[in-house]
T-cell receptor
Framework: DTGVSQDPRHKITKRGQNVTFRCDPISEHNRLYWYRQTLGQGPEFLTYFQNEAQLEKSRLLSDRFSAERPKGSFSTLEIQRTEQGDSAMYLC????????????FGEGSRLTVL | GENVEQHPSTLSVQEGDSAVIKCTYSDSASNYFPWYKQELGKRPQLIIDIRSNVGEKKDQRIAVTLNKTAKHFSLHITETQPEDSAVYFCAASMEYGNKLVFGAGTILRVKS
């Protein structure tokens, strides 16, 4: 395990469908973050976990978004009833608690909603 | 909450020249300031960071300076090379805190 992996790398869906992304963090990292990035913008925080506990969720995140990290290892991000405005790159990152600012990002999952 | 502003949005320099990117932050409680480099189609990667107990940090051709009073910090790249071309993001957080807040990014183009 040499880095954060995300799956799928690309997802094209029709408006109204549900999508799920998976993130596998660096194995010894206890923090896991989800960010969203649109063209020309910096990563925007969505939510983060410490072990299996979801400690914060952005107020920008609607109820259609849900994230889990059931065993404190991999995480899933689900978007229900997708809208065209959900089209973006969804980035997962992980870190150690003691070095919480040093994020290691995955390659991202690009979502296109038609 | 924290807000980070970054300038300029694009920067073109000639190879060998220096490049400076500036960021300001709003939350005086922030004490950790990393910089990430994102090449086209790649993941953001940490290139340098600074904590609020120091004013400057260098790593080869890259340096970061921090002015806590004015709440701004800057990235300096000397002797720029074509491979420095990328998008650079500044960020701020409380160390051991909950999340990084990123700036909007600076597109750096190094012309050879």
């Amino acid at each position: 395990d040499t880095g954060v992996s995300q799956d799928p790398r690309h997802k094209i869906t029709k408006r109204g469908q549900n999508v799920t992304f998976r993130c596998d963090p660096i194995s010894e990292h206890n923090r896991l973050y989800w960010y969203r990035q649109t063209l020309g913008q910096g990563p925007e925080f969505l939510t983060y976990f410490q072990n299996e506990a979801q400690l914060e969720k952005s107020r920008l995140l609607s109820d259609r978004f849900s994230a889990e990290r059931p065993k404190g290892s991999f995480s899933t991000l689900e978007i229900q009833r997708t809208e065209q405005g959900d089209s973006a790159m969804y980035l997962c990152a992980s870190s150690l608690v003691v070095r919480a600012g040093e994020l290691f990002f995955g390659e991202g999952s690009r979502l296109t909603v038609l | 909450g924290e807000n980070v502003e970054q300038h300029p949005s694009t920067l073109s320099v000639q190879e060998g020249d220096s490049a400076v990117i500036k960021c300001t932050y709003s939350d005086s409680a922030s004490n950790y300031f990393p910089w990430y480099k994102q090449e086209l189609g790649k993941r953001p990667q940490l290139i340098i960071d600074i904590r609020s107990n120091v004013g400057e940090k260098k790593d080869q051709r890259i340096a970061v300076t921090l002015n806590k009073t004015a709440k701004h910090f800057s990235l300096h790249i000397t002797e720029t090379q074509p491979e420095d071309s990328a998008v650079y993001f500044c960020a701020a957080s409380m160390e051991y805190g909950n999340k990084l807040v990123f700036g909007a990014g600076t597109i750096l183009r190094v012309k050879s």
